[in-house]
């Protein structure tokens, strides 16, 4: 399977409590990972429109009652996959790195931007920090989240620029 920058799209997967949906997004949309985690484009995340993989049919759908919106590298994933917590390997990504536990049991954990958004706003954008997982990209609802802890902060080295 091609991947998301080569199709032009970013594949989508809505985590709502009794079913998930499943779609692509153009990336000319969103804008790029990057992009999104720099803020360089707001989006409003309260509903999304998506082009649904098992009809074709391009769909609005309210994210208000989803758990989050994963950015994932492939539709099937590996559920043999076991999560990896506490990499040496994982990317030097600047903000904090936390472990999110969400109210129907399932934890995940990655770094999010040290900024006033994921104290403020309904959610925030997360880059899981397990590498050989399927998530690219996760938005996280906290209406849909059980705890939250900081583990600790990353920084780039100080002779690396920033995104």
């Known amino acids: 399977m091609a991947s998301a ?3 032009g799209v970013h594949r989508i997967v809505v985590r709502l ?17 990057e992009q999104l985690l720099r803020n360089d484009v707001r989006i409003p995340l309260s509903t999304i ?4 993989i098992d009809t074709g049919e391009r769909r609005e759908i309210p994210t208000r009652d989803a758990k989050a919106v994963f ?3 492939t539709f099937d994933g590996d559920v043999r996959h076991k999560a990896l917590h506490f990499h040496e390997n994982a ?3 600047p903000g904090l790195w936390v472990r999110v536990y969400f109210n129907d049991g399932e ?24 590498p050989n997982g399927n998530n690219r990209l996760a938005y996280v609802n ?22």
Do not use: W, Y
């Not at 429109?49 to 649904?52: A, E, S």
């Open 5 to 7: 920058a080569a199709d």
């Open 17 to 33: 409590e009794n079913s998930t949906i499943r779609g692509t997004v153009p990336i000319s949309d969103f804008g790029s990972i």
């Open 49 to 52: 429109t998506l082009d649904l």
């Open 71 to 73: 950015f994932v590298k």
């Open 91 to 93: 990317p030097i990504v």
């Open 107 to 130: 934890m995940i954990e990655g770094i999010i931007s040290n900024t006033k958004d994921f104290v403020l706003a309904d959610g925030f954008f997360l880059i899981p920090t397990d």
């Open 142 to 163: 906290k209406s849909g989240l059980k705890d939250f802890h900081v583990l600790g902060m990353r920084n780039f080295p100080k002779n690396l620029h920033t995104l």
